[in-house]
């Protein structure tokens, strides 16, 4: 989902959904946001939390049903549960809405930038150097999470990043693109600028150290169990499986 040119409410920013405007040498590849119903469906589970409230209420009727007198009774003993249920449904769902709303995804060909934040915008950029993996979870209807697995010994909050962070990884908060539309076309395009931005990085390195390499992604998927240097994912199976894309470092003397 494309969001150049929308009118929002941000517009101090240099450029959109960014801190400042890009150097020359940096051009974004791609902008979105995650969609409104896999949020509210994968992230805040609101179906789910619908039935918890009507089961809740279900149990609060049976356990009254023998001290009221009928079921216009019932529903007036009800009634304060029912809203206050409804009240609490209605500020998930707009809790998701705006998380939504304030959230932007960039991918340029030297980082990824998330700016997120329903009350304070807060960014965080990623440098693609700086990402070591990456898993796809594939949703329903095309959609998907990237979770971004950072290198070194840095990391951010897992308080700081939700929603916008990998399920349970506290100890180690991997950040998250979050339903992402069309998200194994996102995948492709972020496994192609990580291969360029590390097989400059490498070759930039070696003509540092005064050894002449030959840096070449690699063609054809490996496992993330592999020796091989950190691996990227590159899509998914229909199983949902990481594939992922090494960079091969033949050395020559």
């Known amino acids: 989902?494309?969001?150049?040119?929308?009118?929002?409410?941000?517009?101090h920013?240099?450029?959109?959904?960014?801190?400042?405007?890009l150097p020359a040498d940096e051009q974004v590849l791609w902008q979105g946001a995650p969609a409104?119903?896999?949020?509210?469906?994968?992230?805040?589970?609101?179906?789910?939390?619908?039935?918890?409230?009507?089961?809740?209420?279900?149990?609060?009727?049976?356990?009254i049903w023998p001290e009221v007198e009928?079921?216009?009774?019932?529903?007036?003993?009800?009634?304060?549960?029912v809203g206050l249920a409804g009240l609490g449904w209605a500020m998930v769902l707009t809790l998701a809405r705006l998380t939504c709303r304030s959230a932007v995804y960039t991918l340029t060909n030297k980082r990824v930038v998330l700016r997120v934040g329903v009350v304070l915008s807060v960014t965080f950029n990623l440098p693609l150097r700086s990402i070591a993996s990456a898993d796809l979870r594939p949703l329903k209807d095309g959609h998907g999470d990237i979770a971004l697995q950072l290198?070194?010994?840095?990391r951010i909050g897992y308080v700081?990043?939700?929603?916008?962070?990998?399920?349970?990884?506290?100890?180690a908060p991997e950040p998250m693109l979050r339903c992402l539309p069309q998200a194994e076309s996102v995948a492709r395009l972020?496994?192609?600028?990580?291969?360029?931005?590390?097989?400059?990085s490498l070759t930039q390195t070696a003509q540092a150290d005064g050894q002449p390499r030959t840096?070449?992604?690699?063609?054809?998927?490996?496992p993330s169990t592999t020796s091989q240097p950190q691996a990227w994912p590159a899509a998914h199976t229909p199983q949902g499986a990481t594939l992922t894309a090494s960079l091969a470092v033949q050395s020559s003397h």
């Open 36 to 63: 409104v119903a896999p949020m509210m469906r994968h992230v805040f589970h609101l179906r789910a939390l619908a039935v918890y409230f009507v089961a809740m209420l279900a149990l609060r009727a049976v356990a």
């Open 13 to 21: 920013e240099p450029q959109y959904g960014l801190p400042e405007r």
């Open 70 to 81: 009928g079921l216009s009774d019932l529903l007036v003993q009800l009634a304060w549960a």
């Open 160 to 171: 700081h990043l939700w929603p916008h962070v990998r399920p349970w990884r506290i100890g």
């Open 215 to 222: 840096v070449q992604p690699a063609t054809q998927p490996v």
């Open 1 to 11: 989902m494309s969001l150049r040119g929308v009118r929002h409410e941000h517009e």
């Open 151 to 154: 290198s070194g010994p840095d």
């Open 190 to 200: 972020l496994t192609q600028a990580w291969a360029q931005a590390n097989a400059q």
